[in-house]
């Protein structure tokens, strides 16, 4: 009777994924191991499939991005549209089209990791790893589909393409400085988020340098009431500052002068600064200084990294981190 890959495995007292990259020459596996497997397949003259390696060496022609909160969320700001855009033009250079992936509900991605482990619909997947868990990952690597990260994650150390939140951040803070204002105030995303992290260590190095010892940080979640609570809450507690810096755009930014105009607080009277821009602020009657992130080159970096990993190639860079722009208005 054939051996299958599961009693190669059992016999070799690993998992099914180490033997089945071993035997197809994948990464992921010593070679000492590989060597062991190799040498005991050759021994039981282990046999692999026609149909299973017709399976193994399949493509389906797609490739999916996997964002990590609801469709009702991400998709309605210019944030993903852009990076979605920008991915999709490079798949399609490449005759590959795009499956867009989002969880069914809150920021859990592991669901739509099982269905493309279990469909098998995609080459590769490019994947928002803000609140990624390292299981999730650990599933992928196993199953040998390849991945990329846009931003990082502090618990799994993978190819990745990010800005430079806290250079930017510092940047945009000091310039809020260098035109008079002192009491700035910082608004930010949630604080388990790397990026939000690094905003705000941007945000404190700025008054640090410039020796300015006031300072107010408040983190939130980015729904409206959310973000409308968080920034109410500031203005209370800090009724004389003169700058307010948050560090994300689009809607949220729109929320918060919202509260503001709602408070009796003149907007136009604040320094406003925010980590994002978008064509609308060029014609709001608020003058914001902003941070720009390069959406175009974060999608179309990040898919070319995959596009390596499905042609065998290894990135020579594991952590991309792009340049940002400051805008002034």
């Not at 700058?243 to 009277?269: K, N, Q």
């Amino acid at each position: 009777m054939k051996l299958t890959i599961n009693e190669i495995a059992e016999i070799a007292q690993v998992a099914k994924s180490t033997v089945s990259k071993a035997l197809n020459g994948q990464k992921g596996v010593s070679e000492e191991k590989r060597r062991q497997i190799l040498a005991l397949a050759a021994e039981l003259k282990y046999e692999p499939s026609a149909s299973a390696q017709a399976l193994a060496s399949s493509r389906t022609g797609s490739i999916g991005l996997l964002i990590p909160h609801e469709a009702g969320y991400s998709l309605a700001g210019a944030y993903w549209s852009a990076i979605i855009t920008a991915i999709a033009e490079v798949a399609n250079a490449r005759n590959h089209s795009l499956l867009i992936l989002t969880p069914s509900s809150g920021d859990d991605v592991s669901g739509p990791v099982e269905a493309v482990i279990r469909r098998r619909n995609v080459d590769g997947l490019i994947i928002g790893a803000e609140q990624l868990a390292p299981e999730v990952t650990s599933r992928l690597v196993e199953e040998g589909i390849p991945f990329v990260f846009i931003g990082r994650n502090p618990r799994i150390q993978h190819y990745s393409v990010d800005v430079d939140n806290l250079g930017g951040s510092d940047r945009l803070v000091t310039h809020l400085l260098s035109s008079g204002y002192r009491k700035i105030a910082c608004l930010a995303g949630p604080e388990a988020y790397l990026y939000s992290q690094e905003r705000v260590a941007g945000y404190l190095n700025a008054l640090h340098r410039a020796g300015n010892g006031w300072k107010a940080v408040r983190h939130t979640g980015y729904t409206s009431a959310e973000g409308r609570e968080a920034v109410a809450a500031l203005l209370e507690e800090h009724p004389d500052l003169d700058a307010l810096y948050i560090t994300a755009g689009g809607e949220f930014l729109l929320d918060c002068i919202d509260v503001l105009r709602l408070s009796g607080s003149d907007p136009r009277r604040l320094g406003l600064g925010a980590f994002d821009d978008y064509r609308f602020f060029d014609y709001i009657d608020i003058p914001i200084c902003t941070v720009r992130q390069p959406l175009k080159a974060i999608g179309s970096t990040a898919a070319s990294i995959l596009f390596q990993f499905l042609a065998g190639n290894t990135p020579s860079q594991m952590n991309q981190i792009l340049d940002v722009e400051l805008v002034l208005r």
